[in-house]
DNA sequence: GAGTGTGAAGTCATTCACAGCT
DNA sequence: AGCTGTGAATGACTTCACACTC
């Protein structure tokens, strides 16, 4: 099974990219770009910035480049990001809670709902999250900057918690060797996006199984992505020992 | 300039996965394996397994596999893990202490020499760190595991720190605004490899710079990787809406 | 003149098929 | 017979060149 056709998955990767440049050039009011900017931000060739561009549609204008505001409201719209997700995160230890109070992610319509361990210890506790910051603050500012408190439930009750609200991704950042059964509970509560901060890959179909992997009902429309930081420091160790191996760093979808 | 002759950076990412999968193995006991089952296991086909050992050497035996043992070590020596990297994390808030704990890290030979801040509330607090653990603990069993105690600096310390001992690394854990010039002060310090944590890039050359990139020499030989996991929350928003775009995962890097 | 959009060419990575050991 | 190692073929991504628009 190859690549599906169409539109490279280094490609929505680096769209992401763009877009967080796109905001940074908002916030230094420059209204205008060009792909040779955006390039030069994002540290690829302009010929790429375009194509990447073209998997989408047609957002510049011939002879002027591109409208900050309008590329970025496109942008937005093609990375599902002018909706909000309602996140759930299981695994409260120092990493979870480092993701729960990263200021980047609830800018982006990520919207944590539930807090979930399994230590005595955690649970009960409540732990600020930052809440969804409004992009253009209308006239009557709203008072939504105000971090709201969730308490840390047992992932025992995920299940009873899916059922009253609706939650579209799980964000995973429990120990690696408890990642596959927090996952399989992820997906028996219902939720159909999974993003993995555990060192291992999740296995769509059974927690135990050695053979071939019969993909389980509850995991055929579940998407997974892994975002693993202990490749990116060895990868990096990799290319301290041999730098005549590294390229022009084309964002290794992480 | 494009990627480099010989290896793939994919193939780099995946072998990092090899690695880790071998000491699964390893713990389960189990002494031989093949490119089919390593292949399962990393979610790749075989081809790909056996492709990727090859640009490195010849591990296996023919009509019998790999013995787990020798291939690990063999990877550890390909990936520079067999020997230890002293590493220096600037920024502690939530994300750079769930770094500085993050299990996984320090058995791998990144042992945690310095941690740098700029908020006088963090400075001057003890921080414990995991020490390095021994992969195959010897007849004597030596209190290696015994967490230390690091004190958190201020970042203006860092080149007297790096003039005392060696720093091979420095992992950034700032946010976005700060990255660049928390990089530079890396950079001037004499530290050659910086692992990018803030969801931003690092332009290896100015700290501002809007023209042509002149590349200044203190950042000649110096390596960056980074890892955004803002990107992999985004990734998996668009592939929630595009389902049919995504593919067998060939796990991206980061 | 300046800068986008895009088919075509080129480069790189993955897949395949099979030769070669054990 | 089983499984690795590897040139050759396929396919994907990137680079390029240029037509087109403002």
Do not use: C
Request: proline letters at 6%; a negative charge; zero cysteines.
């Amino acid at each position: 099974m190859t690549t599906a056709p169409g539109i490279p998955t280094a490609a929505v990767s680096r769209l992401v990219t763009y877009l967080r440049i796109l905001e940074e050039l908002e916030r230094e009011q420059i209204l205008n770009t060009s792909s040779g900017v955006l390039a030069a931000r994002a540290q690829v060739s302009a010929f790429q910035v375009r194509k990447d561009l073209a998997y989408f549609g047609r957002f510049g204008t011939r002879g002027l480049g591109y409208t900050v505001r309008l590329l970025k409201r496109e942008l937005t719209r093609v990375l599902g990001l002018n909706r909000s997700w309602n996140v759930v995160i299981v695994g409260m230890g120092r990493l979870g809670q480092a993701i729960a109070n990263y200021p980047g992610a609830s800018e982006y319509q990520f919207s944590y709902v539930g807090l979930f361990d399994v230590d005595p210890d955690l649970i009960g506790q409540l732990l600020e999250v930052p809440t969804r910051r409004e992009q253009h603050v209308s006239i009557v500012k709203r008072a939504l900057n105000e971090p709201r408190r969730l308490p840390i439930e047992h992932i025992r009750d995920l299940a009873a918690f899916t059922a009253q609200q609706p939650v579209d991704l799980g964000f995973l950042a429990v120990p690696p060797e408890h990642a596959q059964t927090a996952a399989q509970s992820l997906v028996e509560a219902g939720v159909k996006g999974i993003l993995n901060f555990a060192p291992t890959l999740i296995q769509p179909g059974m927690t135990e199984g050695e053979g071939l992997q019969e993909i389980s009902d509850e995991w055929r429309d579940v998407m997974v992505e892994n975002v693993d930081f202990l490749v990116g420091m060895k990868r990096l160790a990799f290319y301290m020992l041999n730098p005549q191996l590294k390229d022009q760093d084309p964002e290794g979808s992480t």
